[in-house]
Structures are given as structure tokens and as C-alpha cells.
């Protein structure tokens, strides 16, 4: 039998050197989300007819395609925002309960093509409108450490299904932390790639102004750089393009980051970071400067400079979402519909301006630095439920607990989230690792270094 935990790379060799079957994989997996999904609310849909249809394609191949495919055998999932045509994507919404998109993405044609099994659609909460995943037509994505608090959002159900070893890795998408919130949430390792790094065609064009990407979620640095590799690439007529890398990510967990120099942000206006969380931080920074890196802390806050400009763009993409019926919208995403809804054309732009001139601002300060070092989260998992505590307090409440994520989605530097502990509580503690402009290559080789000085693939939840 597999171990549910296995990594995904792991898995690829199994299956390449026939140990396992891919028919065998899909079928553990299958099996272990019909036994634990109920409790967890990760997947919105299970495609087990897809999966057994992959698996058999697979072991149909010759030995030499096969081993040329990044994730020949892994099993994986995409967030049920991605476009698929033959699969509902419901948003999250009951507008779009039974949607069926009029073409793939290019990222779910991307991770067929690398020999991946996909086993359905993971929940998000509507529209990935929430940092939590609950409201909507999604059940909530419990998080599986305690089932009483949330895996985050709007990944949620990604960052749900990877933790509680419903397959390797997932695929998930981050417009203010999406990816490294439930990543942070669950005890998992996520990337938000740079701005341009993977298209968004033919689903999006800029996406929330750029704000928005899609990425990985694993529970190491290599299987989350191997499912990067297969993800990465731009399309023509993309309005952005990253600088492809020198070599596949993969290749960046083996390197030895020569003694760099470090920008450490441990404080933002925006919301206090809770004790547990600055002194986990502060034992990381222990940890790096053990390696021989040099630790900075600076005054730089990128969340109060940046959050007016957020909060106009995003609330303004929702407002241009097609909504048939907005009686049936989540009150809070309604709430972010009406509101963007009022934003003039004109006042779009100049906040669009701002945060892009703001970012040069910020770039330019981080640049006599390799990367910079911060929490991902200002405090562990909330309680579902309980985020927002009032409705009209809600934008606050949630600019102070993703303070250290959402400015890097405004910036476009790749931010990677890495496991960092517990809390007395036994919930997960992350820090966030962001490097400069088009360097994932930097921050995962940092990253591995940390991983393998801390290291946290054997720690599993009690599910």
C-alpha cells in the first residue's frame, strides 16, 4: 500500500521504474478522499472517471515520453476556479453551480500534458474573494490539523487536500495570498510566482491587475519546485512574461546559496503579529544567520503602503465579474460586488498607478538584499467562522491578517511560505521568504537550505 504522505517526486520514481501502477495510484488516492472529504470539505468535485482514464493513458506510454513528464504518476488536483471544459467549474458560486467552461486552461491542459492524475476540483470560497474558505456554494475547507479552524483561502481546499495526504501536490491560485495563506494555515509549502511566470490564458488577461497568479502547494520545497516546473511558461499576446530560469526549479533544491544578505520585516500597521508567531520568526532568523546569512530588520512597511490600492483593485474585478443573479452571492462577496461596483473607471486607474509606482518604491528598497525574510500570516489559523468577527469591519479585519502577503502580489516578486513550527496550540506557524523581481531560483534554494536545517516532511495531522 502507499504511504499517503509520499512526495510527489517519490511517487514519479515509483511509477517510472513500474513499482507502482498509475491505475494503483489513482485508486489509493480516490479511495483516501472518499474516506476523509466528508470531515475535510477539500474537493468540490472528485473526477474519478478523469483519474482512471489518466492512469490508464500513462501506462500506456513508452519508457522514454514517460520520463521526459515532470509528474508522470503524481496525483493532483486544480482549484475549482481554473477553467476545465469537460469538468464543472463552479467559482465557488451557485451562480455557476453547473457551469461548464468553453475551453481548458492553458495550465490544466500544462499539468495533463506533464503526466499528472487529475482527481477532481478543489473547494475555494467564492469568486476566491475570502482569505478563509467558507461562504458560498463551496462546503468550508476544514483545516486538518483542527477541524474547528480554517486551511485558509482561497486555496483551501488545496491547501486541505495536501496536508491530509489526499494526494502530493495542488495546484492553487493567490491574489493577496491565496497560496501561501492556507499554505501558512496547514503547515504546507506554497509559491506564488513571480508576476508573468505562468499564463492565465484563455481565462484571464491581467488578472485583478497583475495581482493575481497561480502556483503550487506541496509539503516540500522540491515536489513545490517540480509542480512550478511543469505549471511555468507564458503564451503569446500575454500582457506579462517573467525572464525564463537558467534551469528547471528542481534543480535550485540541490544549490548551496552562497552567504546572502537578508532584509528581515517583522511589523505592519495594518495588525499586530501575535507573540508565538514573532518568536518563531525570530528563531528562523536563528536558524539563517547559523547558515551564515546576514540578518537586517527594516522600518519598510509594504501593507500600509499599498493596501488603499488593493483594496480599489480587487473590489473593482469583483464588481466586473458576469453575476446572473446577485441575490444568491455570499453577503461579504456581495458586499465586495457592490462596493467595486461604485468605483469609477478613472479611480481604477489611478489605483492601479499608484500601486505600481508604490511598488518601484518598494523593489527599490529591498534591492541591496538577497530576500527578504517575514511572517506569512499575523497570527495561525482563526477559527472558522470568525473571520470577518463584523461585517463591517471585515476589509480591516482581513488587511490585518494577510499584512505580509498581499504587497508582494502588488510588487510581483515570487514569495514562497515555509512551515515554521507549531503554536501551544498545535496549529501551524510559516515564514514567507520573497526574493527579488523574476528570482524564484534564490528563494528556493534558500528555502531547501531551511528545510533541511528545520526539517518537517515527517510531521503529519491527527486526521
Not at 525572464?243 to 532584509?263: D, G, I
Not at 518563531?280 to 500600509?304: I, K, Y
Not at 469583483?318 to 468605483?343: F, H, Q
Not at 511598488?359 to 527599490?364: G, L
Request: charge should be neutral; charged fraction near 20%.
Amino acid at each position: 500500500m502507499l504511504n499517503p504522505y509520499i512526495e510527489a517526486h517519490e511517487l514519479r520514481e515509483l511509477v517510472l521504474k513500474k513499482e507502482v501502477r498509475p491505475r494503483e495510484v489513482a485508486e489509493f488516492f480516490l479511495a483516501r478522499i472518499e474516506q476523509l472529504n466528508p470531515r475535510l470539505g477539500a474537493f468540490m468535485t472528485v473526477t474519478a472517471d478523469r483519474a482512471l482514464a489518466d492512469a490508464s493513458r500513462l501506462e500506456k506510454m513508452n519508457a522514454s515520453d514517460a520520463a521526459k513528464m515532470p509528474l508522470f504518476g503524481v496525483a493532483y488536483s486544480l482549484k475549482d476556479l481554473v477553467w476545465t471544459r469537460d469538468i464543472r467549474t463552479t467559482f465557488g458560486s451557485k451562480n455557476y453551480e453547473n457551469w461548464h467552461a468553453p475551453a481548458d486552461a492553458e495550465l490544466a491542459v500544462r499539468l495533463a500534458n506533464s503526466g499528472g492524475i487529475l482527481l477532481g476540483k478543489t473547494t475555494t470560497p467564492e469568486f476566491g474573494l475570502r482569505p478563509t474558505t467558507e461562504g458560498g456554494l463551496c462546503p468550508p475547507a476544514r483545516n486538518p490539523w483542527n477541524l474547528e479552524h480554517t486551511a485558509g483561502g482561497s486555496s483551501g481546499g488545496s491547501a486541505s487536500a495536501v496536508a491530509s495526504g489526499l494526494h502530493p501536490v495542488a495546484q492553487g491560485s493567490d491574489g493577496g495570498g491565496s497560496i501561501r495563506v492556507p499554505s501558512a494555515c496547514c503547515g504546507l509549502v506554497g509559491i506564488k510566482p513571480s508576476r508573468g511566470r505562468i499564463t492565465r490564458a484563455p481565462q484571464d488577461g491581467e488578472s485583478w491587475a497583475g495581482l493575481s497568479t497561480t502556483g503550487p502547494i506541496a509539503r516540500t520545497v522540491r515536489d513545490a519546485a517540480l509542480m512550478l516546473d511543469a505549471m511555468a511558461g507564458m503564451m503569446p499576446g500575454d500582457p506579462y512574461a517573467a525572464r525564463p530560469p537558467a534551469r528547471p526549479f528542481v534543480e535550485e533544491v540541490s544549490a548551496h546559496p552562497k552567504k546572502l544578505r537578508l532584509a528581515l520585516i517583522n511589523y505592519s500597521a495594518l495588525g499586530p503579529v501575535d507573540a508565538e508567531t514573532l518568536a518563531a520568526l525570530e528563531s528562523a532568523c536563528g536558524v539563517f544567520r547559523e547558515m551564515g546569512h546576514r540578518v537586517e530588520t527594516l522600518t519598510l512597511d509594504p501593507g500600509a503602503m499599498l493596501e488603499k490600492y488593493a483594496r480599489v483593485i480587487v473590489s473593482a474585478s469583483g464588481s466586473a465579474l458576469n453575476i446572473p443573479n446577485p441575490d444568491l452571492l455570499d453577503p461579504m462577496v456581495r458586499g465586495t460586488y457592490e462596493w467595486g461596483a461604485k468605483i469609477s473607471a478613472a479611480d481604477y486607474i489611478r489605483a492601479v498607478t499608484g500601486m505600481h509606482n508604490t511598488s518601484r518604491e518598494i523593489v527599490h528598497a529591498l534591492m541591496p538584499y538577497d530576500a527578504l525574510l517575514a511572517p506569512t500570516l499575523t497570527r495561525p489559523a482563526v477559527r472558522l467562522g470568525s473571520l470577518p468577527s463584523n461585517p463591517a469591519t471585515a476589509a480591516d479585519e482581513i488587511y490585518a491578517w494577510i499584512a505580509f502577503t498581499f504587497p508582494f502580489n502588488s510588487t510581483g516578486q515570487p514569495a514562497i511560505s515555509l512551515p515554521n513550527g507549531f503554536n501551544k496550540s498545535g496549529l501551524p506557524l510559516a515564514i514567507q521568504l520573497v526574493g527579488r523581481p523574476g528570482d524564484e531560483a534564490g528563494i528556493i534554494a534558500l528555502a531547501a537550505e531551511f528545510e533541511r536545517a528545520r526539517p518537517w516532511k515527517d510531521k503529519h495531522p491527527p486526521i
